[in-house]
């Protein structure tokens, strides 16, 4: 039996994202950035409650879900699957 740490999967990455990984990501940035307007506005305004843990819940799951995504591309690139960066060229090499 092995342990892994929490986020580590046995499984492998895929080749590709399919639509529904792009349509998460959209939304997962989207509730960054709604999150983040929600936070500002409602702090701007005086202290409310429920608007700072909407808008702090939203930052933080968009944020959560976007660290997926994070792990994703860097576990593509050190596999040799995605693009690296030649700062010699200073330009991306795709493979």
């Keep these: 039996m092995s342990l892994f740490r929490p986020g580590q999967s046995t499984s492998q990455v895929p ?7 792009y ?6 940035s989207l ?4 999150g983040g307007i929600i936070l500002f506005r409602s702090l701007s305004q ?3 409650l429920m ?7 939203l930052l933080a799951l968009g944020l959560y879900r976007l660290n997926f995504v994070v792990k994703y591309l ?4 050190t596999q040799g699957k995605g693009p690296s960066w ?3 060229e200073r330009k ?3 493979r």
Excluded: A, C, E
């Design 86 to 88: 030649n700062p010699k």
């Design 31 to 34: 509730m960054v950035i709604l």
């Design 51 to 57: 608007p700072v843990l909407v808008g702090g819940g």
């Design 92 to 94: 991306w090499n795709h």
């Design 23 to 28: 349509y998460q990501i959209i939304t997962s």
């Design 46 to 48: 005086g202290f409310m």
């Design 15 to 21: 080749d590709s994202l399919s639509k529904m990984d």
């Design 74 to 77: 860097k576990t593509r690139r």
